[in-house]
């Protein structure tokens, strides 16, 4: 058990670091933080689960996450919501849906690049286990 404790802690300082990397980047602003229904007003009428990356960091924190997967099932719920409340063929829709896209590849990308296979794996077993 101490040894799974250990692993989930590595997981959660990898992810940290992945998350605070997207945030960080300009592209993904409109991603950062959870939608303001002052600015979007019909946004949780067509979003039923909202997500961001603010949300994501405090839900890393909470050791919600046990393990890549999980985490990349969440930044898919970033994406999916704003494909689905920008779906039009405006240069406006189309620019976001775009960054979307970009936001999910830039974190498949830092998953694959940093994490060795056999510590998702081992992450893995430990979420069969609970
Ligand atoms: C994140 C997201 O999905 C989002 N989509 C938008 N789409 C539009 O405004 C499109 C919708 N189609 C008609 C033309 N307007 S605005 C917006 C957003 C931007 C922010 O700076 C902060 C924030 O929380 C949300």
Do not use: G
Request: charged fraction near 40%.
């Amino acid at each position: 058990i101490c040894q799974e404790e250990n692993t989930l802690r590595e997981l959660r300082i990898f992810l940290r670091d992945i998350c605070a990397k997207l945030a960080r980047n300009k592209q993904f602003f409109m991603f950062t933080k959870p939608v303001d229904v002052e600015e979007v007003p019909d946004y949780l009428d067509i979003i039923k689960e909202p997500m961001d990356l603010e949300t994501l960091m405090s839900k890393i924190d909470k050791h919600s996450y046990i393990c890549a997967r999980d985490f990349l099932d969440d930044i898919d719920l970033i994406v999916r919501n704003a494909l689905e409340y920008n779906p039009d063929k405006s240069a406006e829709d189309k620019h976001i849906r775009h960054r979307a896209c970009s936001l999910r590849d830039k974190a498949y990308a830092f998953i694959k690049a940093e994490m060795d296979s056999d510590f998702e794996d081992t992450c893995r077993d430990i979420r069969e286990k609970r």
